[in-house]
């Protein structure tokens, strides 16, 4: 037999051998959901996740040209449907068993409603369909449907993401909706408020900076083996971020309200996207709880 050709330098041969296995066999395991942890986090997604839907319905239905009946019919009744499974998941009792049917029931009603957006972005852009619905921003809703039934399945398996692929999967979701918020904004501003237009631009060119920034680290770290420092920077980062646009959206809410600026945004729609940035905020911090409780453990 042949001898093995000797490993230059000071590498052993296990360590060698090692660096040639795939990094995805030393990533972290999913983790389990206690009973408690999956009500409380199922019926919170629930409750936010199923408002926002409805109210998709309605900014859809809106921005219909009046001649599209059936579509305004359609998303009139997709309404009623999130608003009888809202006002369900306020009242399902603390119940394993129970909610997770709820879940089950809320990923059939957002799977159709998802459907219906991807269908309908199609028929926009091949101007089969008039109105006021930008592509992008069916596009945008179309995602967060999906998000949100990605959630609840995650959840009926008993399951999280491991808390790194957790923080990265949430930042290039969320960045990218931050990012599409703060250019609907601009959009909607009559151009004469030259400074909140300014504004909400920057916000959108910060946000695709630190989106760009979250998917280099998605390609370099997403199921790999835990790199917490990275993580973590990433995730105050972006906490940063989203508290300014937080700010700024409460901020603009109240001007619209108090008819103190120029533009042609609904309240309901100012309040909505305030709403999903204190959302992100509410995950962030949630991650941020996860990170902390993982890194102790493996320090004992």
């Known amino acids: 037999m042949q001898n093995q050709p000797q490993i230059p330098g000071h590498v052993s041969a296990d360590e060698f051998n090692r660096m040639l296995l795939p990094p995805e066999s030393f990533a972290a395991q999913p983790e389990s959901l206690t009973e408690q942890l999956f009500i409380e986090r199922s019926l919170t997604e629930n409750r936010f996740w199923l408002r926002i839907m409805k109210e998709h319905a309605k900014f859809l239905g809106d921005g219909f040209n009046r001649k599209d009946t059936g579509l305004i019919q359609q998303t009139d009744r997709f309404y009623h449907y999130f608003e009888q499974q809202e006002k369900r998941a306020y009242e399902v009792p603390n119940n394993v068993s129970l909610v997770r049917k709820l879940n089950e029931d809320s990923i059939e009603l957002v799977k159709g409603f998802r459907n219906f957006k991807r269908n309908l972005l199609i028929l926009i852009i091949n101007c089969k369909v008039s ?155 949630i991650l941020e709880d996860r990170l902390n409780k993982k890194k102790m453990s493996e320090q004992q």
């Not at 646009?245 to 901020?251: H, L, M, N, S, T």
């Open 131 to 285: 109105g006021f619905n930008f592509p992008l921003l069916v596009d945008h809703t179309a995602r967060e449907a999906e998000y949100f039934m990605r959630t609840l399945k995650k959840f009926n398996k008993g399951i999280l993401d491991p808390i790194q692929d957790a923080i990265i999967n949430e930042n290039v979701f969320w960045l990218k909706i931050m990012m599409e918020h703060s250019r609907f904004i601009a959009s909607l501003l009559d151009q004469s408020e030259r400074n909140l237009v300014h504004t909400a631009l920057k916000f959108g060119d910060d946000f695709e900076t630190l989106l760009n920034q979250a998917r280099d680290v998605e390609s370099m770290l997403h199921h790999k083996q835990p790199t917490y420092p990275i993580i973590g920077k990433m995730n105050k980062d972006s906490e940063d971020a989203a508290t300014e646009i937080r700010d700024f959206k409460k901020a603009g809410l109240d001007f619209i309200k108090n008819c103190q600026i120029r533009n042609v945004i609904d309240p309901l729609l100012a309040d909505h996207v305030l709403r999903e940035a204190n959302h992100f905020l509410y995950m962030i911090h």
